[in-house]
């Protein structure tokens, strides 16, 4: 069964600080990767997507790595701001089969002042 | 563009009664999906469709309908709600299939059923 495992459940770290958000899957075969950021009663937006081929996207602050080979990812946000409050959404596509999209369960991310 | 918009925001329905979610995007996207996300869980498929008068089941399709008459619109129906329907319900699009193109979500029902 496909699955896409995210650590920690939350986090809560002060202004200015680092994190890595992770991301563990099992989805065969693997087509690609994408995190989207939704922040609080609003819709999940797309952050980063990564193919097989691609092992670091940034975008801004946010820099997604992979390893195919772990089957690993992470979202690694620099100088964090209060408006990277928000859950972050690891998503990993396959390339066959009708449900195609196996969706995490989020990290929810707390930045404090 | 306004992108998806979905309708109501919130609703809080009795157990049998039935309700339509309404979708719609202007993005002229061919696909189109319904999720439902429960607390502290991934979103689950529940119906998608590749196209105007085209609909297939998802993960969870079990006590919903959808319809797809026009590109834009694409409404979820709940017949004879039930507490388990209970959860934020977000409709998305995209231009080609998902696994290729991203998805662009609307901002969500939140649905009680009580």
């Known amino acids: 069964k496909n699955q896409v495992e995210q650590s920690p459940q939350s986090l809560i770290i002060l202004e200015g600080k680092n994190c890595t958000l992770q991301c563990n899957y099992t989805v065969s075969p693997f087509s690609n990767l994408r995190w989207y950021k939704q922040d609080t009663g609003r819709g999940p937006v797309s952050l980063t997507i990564m193919t097989f081929s691609e092992n670091t996207k940034s975008n801004g602050r946010y820099t997604a790595t992979l390893d195919a080979d772990t089957k690993q990812s992470s979202l690694h946000i620099t100088a964090s701001q209060l408006s990277d409050s928000a859950s972050y959404i690891c998503?990993?596509?396959?390339?066959?089969?009708?449900?195609?999209?196996?969706f995490g369960s989020g990290t929810r991310l707390q930045v404090q002042p | 563009n306004a992108g998806v918009t979905q309708t109501p925001k919130f609703r809080i329905l009795k157990i049998g009664q039935s309700m339509t979610l309404q979708c719609a995007q202007d993005m002229n996207h061919n696909y189109m999906y319904w999720y439902r996300q429960d607390p502290g869980m991934g979103l689950k498929l529940i119906y998608y469709?590749?196209?105007?008068?085209?609909?297939d089941k998802g993960e969870v399709p079990n006590g919903y309908n959808v319809s797809r008459s026009t590109t834009e619109d694409f409404p979820l129906r709940l017949e004879l709600a039930a507490p388990s329907q209970t959860s934020v319900y977000f409709c998305a699009s995209s231009y080609r299939d998902p696994r290729v193109d991203t998805q662009y979500f609307g901002p969500g029902t939140r649905l009680t059923v009580l």
């Open positions: 469709s590749v196209g105007a008068g085209i609909t």
């Open positions: 998503v990993v596509s396959s390339h066959t089969g009708r449900r195609a999209l196996t």
